[in-house]
């Protein structure tokens, strides 16, 4: 796969560039862009974001590894993360993540044969008001159950 951004792209690229007043500061939308783009942020991907914006491979990589809304590996179709920080574990988060590990089949931060999921425990994604909460991709679901989390899951193909 060739990593590289169309015109339309590398115009929102110039749009973050031009939000800021160093050019770095463009680093996590771009990082984001790239994500979209090319699935997860490969050591190839750190290194074309570093060549857009004048960055060393480090800084982009010390960002990318920081965050971990950034992927570092292929992930599934349908991203499921389900937080177990206070909230949502004494509103029974982590028997929700241990039920959706057990009917997916996979664990934390992995990805199923098919490519269609992947899971991962996360710590607070500030929604404690909503606990439990379940994201798929970007998508949030508060106050959920497992029957809840069930349906949304066999709605998803």
Same mark, same amino acid.
């Given at each position: 796969?060739?990593?590289?951004?169309?015109?339309?792209?590398?115009?929102?690229?110039?749009?973050?560039?031009?939000?800021?007043?160093?050019?770095?500061?463009?680093?996590?939308?771009?990082?984001?862009?790239?994500?979209?783009?090319? @699935?997860?942020? #490969?050591? =190839?991907?750190?290194?074309?974001? +570093?060549?857009?914006?004048?960055? *060393?491979?480090?800084?982009?990589?010390?960002?990318?590894?920081?965050?971990?809304?950034?992927?570092?590996?292929?992930?599934?179709?349908?991203?499921?993360?389900?937080?177990?920080?206070?909230?949502?574990?004494?509103?029974?988060?982590?028997?929700?993540?241990?039920?959706?590990?057990?009917?997916?089949?996979?664990?934390?931060?992995?990805?199923?044969?098919? @490519?269609?999921? #992947?899971? =991962?425990?996360?710590?607070?994604? +500030?929604?404690?008001?909503?606990? *439990?909460?379940?994201?798929?991709?970007?998508?949030?679901?508060?106050?959920?159950?497992?029957?809840?989390?069930?349906?949304?899951?066999?709605?998803?193909?």
């Amino acid at each position: 796969m060739e990593i590289k951004f169309n015109e339309s792209e590398l115009a929102e690229v110039q749009m973050h560039i031009d939000k800021y007043p160093i050019k770095k500061s463009a680093i996590m939308p771009v990082l984001w862009m790239a994500q979209k783009k090319f @699935g997860y942020i #490969s050591k =190839e991907v750190m290194m074309f974001v +570093g060549e857009l914006l004048d960055l *060393p491979y480090s800084h982009v990589y010390g960002v990318a590894t920081f965050y971990t809304m950034y992927f570092k590996k292929p992930m599934g179709r349908h991203h499921v993360q389900v937080c177990t920080n206070v909230s949502c574990m004494l509103l029974k988060g982590d028997e929700l993540f241990d039920s959706v590990s057990q009917r997916l089949g996979i664990k934390h931060n992995e990805c199923d044969a098919e @490519g269609k999921f #992947s899971l =991962e425990e996360v710590e607070c994604m +500030g929604a404690c008001g909503g606990a *439990p909460l379940l994201v798929i991709n970007e998508d949030f679901y508060e106050n959920v159950d497992i029957d809840k989390v069930n349906s949304i899951l066999d709605s998803l193909n």
